[in-house]
């Protein structure tokens, strides 16, 4: 079989040929590569990754839905469900947007927040990122005289897992209770899109690229996808991802419009998305990350910034604190590469749910969760990941090692945790 890196070349030059994506539970169907023709790639091993020499790209999330929250307790509601603190939502935004406002760009704009729903036990449920959209007097109305904009505009927007859209309809609205606040699926309106590669892994193009900054859909934004010379709707934009600087930028645009900075040959499947996340050990939606069983603090949900511990209490809090004090994380999620002896990499070899053993005491040490090629993310135990004596191999494919990568973005303390903890008892 060819190294991954040449099957993921070989589809880049083939728009027919795709790639079978498997996650913990279930097997999806290949989706198309449409790009311009591949280039040689580079372990990621090394520090670069196959997307990172290239880029950066967009790609339109399809695995994500869009809901619509209406009313005046928006946040308040929200607040009292989710992981991390949306009051700031409540406050006149403080980031500069330009220096005048126009028919097509706000003022001031509040970037997403990345947060998640739990269970009472503090298990993973859904995430989502929620947007604050642009307040009718924070821009310009069409004619560019006076404040003005769509008076129905949401008090709040959310992308969310689709696959799971109908059942987290059903969870909010069983907490709704008398809160004035009206929830509804936009996803045929809206879709959420992704940009990210090459320079934006080091936050260079978020921080001075000026279009990503000043360039939005404002009037011609709206339900109706009128045009921004047309309309006095809102204004979308692209906005820094909450997670990490590398993730890029994130978005919510029309379903009928093609957002800005959108480039004919760099628009690409979702998939190339999906192998980057992989690449930076970020999962996404309730499939990656277990709904029912994931615990947050092991998936990382906290250094991605989907976890306030100062806000006050939300459904599944207290599991989440207790965790967090103790300081003590076992296991953890990470990225991982599926090798041979030889280095060479083992494409479509390795399925969801297979057990990771270490080879010199046949012990379990953790489970591949999702896998793309010879890539994927594994739920590992810190102690044997990271021990330089160790070798990790899939049961049942003895001739398959798990290479290891640790994150760039990763605090210098997480893996070191247990360590600490017994020094100082």
């Known amino acids: 079989m060819l190294p991954w890196r040449l099957i993921f070349a070989k589809a880049l030059n083939s728009p027919k040929q795709g790639l079978t994506v498997r996650f913990a539970g279930k097997t999806r169907a290949a989706c198309n590569f449409h790009s311009s023709p591949g280039s040689e790639y580079h372990d990621s091993s090394a520090g670069s990754t196959p997307l990172s020499e290239r880029g950066p790209f967009v790609s339109r999330l399809k695995s994500r839905g869009v809901l619509r929250f209406d009313g005046p307790d928006a946040v308040k509601y929200l607040q009292g ?23 097509n760009q706000s003022v001031a704009f509040s970037g997403p927040i990345y947060t998640a729903f739990l269970t009472p036990q503090g298990r993973f449920l859904y995430d989502l990122f929620v947007y604050r959209p642009v307040r009718a007097d924070e821009k310009l109305d069409g004619t560019g005289s006076g404040p003005g904009g769509d008076p129905h505009q949401p008090a709040l927007l959310a992308d969310v897992d689709i696959h799971f859209l109908d059942e987290l309809l059903d969870h909010l609205k069983k907490y709704r209770l008398r809160a004035k606040v009206e929830i509804q699926d936009v996803s045929k309106d809206m879709a959420a899109w992704q940009r990210f590669g090459r320079s934006l892994v080091d936050g260079s193009d978020v921080d001075k690229d000026v279009e990503a900054k000043s360039i939005g859909w404002g009037g011609g934004a709206d339900f109706a996808g009128r045009a921004a010379a047309q309309s006095n709707g ?14 890029g930028l994130r978005g919510l645009f029309p379903s009928d419009t093609v957002p800005p900075l959108v480039e004919a040959d760099k628009e690409v499947d979702e998939q190339y998305y999906l192998l980057w996340r992989l690449e930076e050990g970020v999962p996404e939606g309730s499939t990656e990350i277990p709904k029912g069983e994931a615990i947050p603090l092991e998936y990382n949900l906290a250094g991605l910034n989907a976890i306030s511990f100062e806000k006050g209490c939300y459904v599944g809090q207290e599991s989440v604190a207790r965790t967090h004090h103790r300081g003590v994380i076992r296991k953890r999620l990470l990225p991982v590469n599926f090798i041979h002896d030889s280095g060479e990499e083992v494409p479509q070899a390795v399925a969801p749910k297979s057990e990771i053993i ?18 994927g993310l594994a739920l590992l135990r810190l102690e044997a990941a990271f021990k330089n004596t160790s070798q990790l191999n ?32």
């Not at 989710?82 to 126009?102: C, K, M, Y």
């Not at 809102?234 to 993730?247: A, E, I, K, T």
């Not at 489970?367 to 793309?372: D, E, H, R």
């Not at 003895?398 to 760039?408: A, D, F, L, T, Y």
Request: hydrophobic share 35%.
């Open 358 to 375: 270490e080879v010199n005491s046949g012990k379990k040490v953790g489970t591949a969760t999702t896998v793309l090629g010879s890539r």
């Open 81 to 103: 469900l989710v992981t991390n603190d949306l009051r700031r939502f409540e406050e006149t935004p403080s980031d500069a947007g330009v220096s005048l406002p126009t028919p």
């Open 234 to 247: 809102q204004g979308w934009r692209w906005f820094r991802d909450p997670r990490l600087v590398s993730m």
């Open 394 to 425: 899939v049961k049942g494919l003895e001739n398959v090692n798990v290479k290891v990568i640790r994150p760039k973005w990763w605090p210098s303390e997480w893996g070191q945790e247990e360590e600490q903890a017994t020094a100082v008892a």
